[in-house]
């Protein structure tokens, strides 16, 4: 037992190990995934921001050439405030992207930027002047002057706002791969737990399989020493009890004949039952023990279905008659005989029909019936009574298992012995029931595929007992 502890508390520690190891590595795993994620997010938000001035610097630049044709045009002191304007706020946003940091390419870009937009203002300085070239003056001087410088400029506004959109792909594919490098680095780590906890359990498990076989061992030699312990006491009380208490019935049975004072005739009725039902508990806990060491035999011979039903029914009948319950049995065709142990078959019936009336209430419905089904002859106990609830069906020939909400006068005994008697003759044993909807039990038998020779009784007919 020490030894047993001790492993499980190695285990537990083991166990406990790996769980800080994973726990720690998933720590670790997650600030560095929320260190990544805050770099990879403020790179992205700073490449939009530079895009968005990109954008805005090539908005300007189209504003000033608008804006200069607009004087060119029109002429007038507004227009040529407009174009002002435009160029201050062309040189604003210029030295925003300046002041936001750029890279090699993007430096060299902006310099072709403000050089091409000093050429385009210094073209402009002439524009007041233009009224004095007439018309014809001022075409040429567009085409010449103004025309080349504007292409320029928006040439070189172009490729800023390209390398700055370019850049972001960069931006995207940086933050993939580490993404991935990440992605591995979680994915080894898991797998380093898991085949550390795998090794841990391999370890853990074999000790404790050394240790359960240990056990077993421990435990096939005090059930071997139980089992020849039971038999023995079983012995005894086969031996020992059963003559004496043959002994109190048949001298209370005396006693109950030749007396003729009533209250004597009535304790020796009661010493009998008494006795009775000792020598029932008696037998039903040597087939028990006979069940359980593998003993338990039957002895075969031809047997009536009809001559069963009806000494059972009759059997019954008194105690059916007094709770006002109809009993009736039923062969579904005739002539149907088994290879069976009767009494042990008969014990099997009088279990099933005893519950049967002992559960259904007064003025309830018995039946009892038998049908041949592939070289078997199936039998039914059916009651009107409470049912049996699903979660306790599989629980109702367990040994010593008796209804908890029900009456505990039984010993629990009865089903584990009949389910005991028909896998003996090679049947089954089976109950359908639902709660409050009554139940009933099956059994199946061999039948005897000989001749019969009891006289059948008509095809279908039920016989009631008379209540």
């Not at 560095?32 to 770099?39: F, G, Q, T």
């Not at 047997?303 to 059916?320: I, K, N, P, Q």
């Not at 609830?389 to 005994?413: C, I, N, Y």
């Amino acid at each position: 037992m020490r030894r047993a502890t001790s492993i499980a508390a190695k285990a537990v520690a083991g166990y406990a190990v790996g769980i800080l190891v994973l726990a720690v590595g998933v720590v670790i795993a997650v600030l560095r995934l929320d260190r990544v994620a805050a770099a990879q997010l403020a790179d992205i938000r700073a490449q939009e921001y530079q895009i968005t001035l990109a954008e805005r610097l090539r908005w300007n630049g189209n504003h000033i050439s608008s804006a200069a044709r607009g004087y060119i045009i029109a002429g007038g002191p507004q227009l040529y405030d407009r174009l002002l304007r435009a160029r201050a706020e062309f040189d604003r946003t210029l030295g925003e992207i300046q002041a936001h940091g750029l890279g090699p390419e993007g430096a060299r870009l902006v310099k072709d930027i403000e050089r091409s937009a000093a050429d385009y203002q210094r073209a402009q300085v002439q524009l007041p002047s233009l009224s004095q070239r007439g018309a014809a003056g001022i075409e040429r001087w567009f085409e010449t002057e103004i025309v080349p410088r504007e292409r320029e400029l928006a040439g070189a506004l172009d490729r800023f706002v390209e390398q700055v959109e370019g850049a972001i792909g960069h931006v995207y594919d940086k933050a993939e791969a580490d993404r991935n490098r990440l992605r591995r680095w979680i994915y080894g780590f898991l797998g380093l737990s898991i085949l550390m906890g795998l090794g841990i359990a391999w370890y853990f498990a074999a000790l404790l399989g050394r240790q359960s076989k240990r056990t077993e061992h421990a435990l096939e030699v005090s059930r071997k020493q139980a089992i020849a312990t039971r038999d023995e006491l079983m012995s005894v009380v086969a031996h020992d009890l059963r003559n004496p208490l043959a002994a109190i019935l048949l001298r209370a049975s005396v006693l109950k004949q030749e007396t003729q004072c009533e209250a004597s005739r009535k304790q020796a009725a009661s010493i009998e039952n008494v006795a009775t039902r000792m020598e029932y508990l008696i037998k039903s806990m040597l087939d028990v023990a006979a069940l359980e060491a593998g003993e338990f035999t039957v002895t075969r011979s031809h047997a009536e279905v009809d001559e069963l039903l009806r000494e059972t029914a009759e059997m019954f009948g008194g105690l059916a008659s007094t709770k006002q319950i109809t009993l009736e049995y039923q062969a579904k065709q005739p002539n149907l005989a088994l290879r069976i142990d009767r009494d042990r078959i008969l014990q099997v019936l009088e279990n099933l029909i005893g519950n049967a009336i002992k559960f259904s209430p007064q003025g309830g419905r018995v039946t009892i019936s038998a049908e041949p089904t592939d070289r078997m002859i199936e039998f039914t106990v059916a009651d009107t009574g409470p049912g049996i609830s699903a979660e306790h069906l599989p629980l109702v020939f367990d040994r010593f298992w008796k209804h908890p909400t029900r009456e505990q006068s039984s010993t629990g005994m009865g089903l584990y012995i009949a389910k005991g008697i028909v896998e003996a003759h090679g049947g089954r044993i089976w109950v359908e029931s639902e709660d409050r909807h009554g139940a009933t039990f099956h059994f199946t038998c061999p039948a005897d595929q000989g001749p019969p020779t009891a006289i059948p009784s008509p095809r279908g007919e039920i016989a009631a007992v008379p209540v």
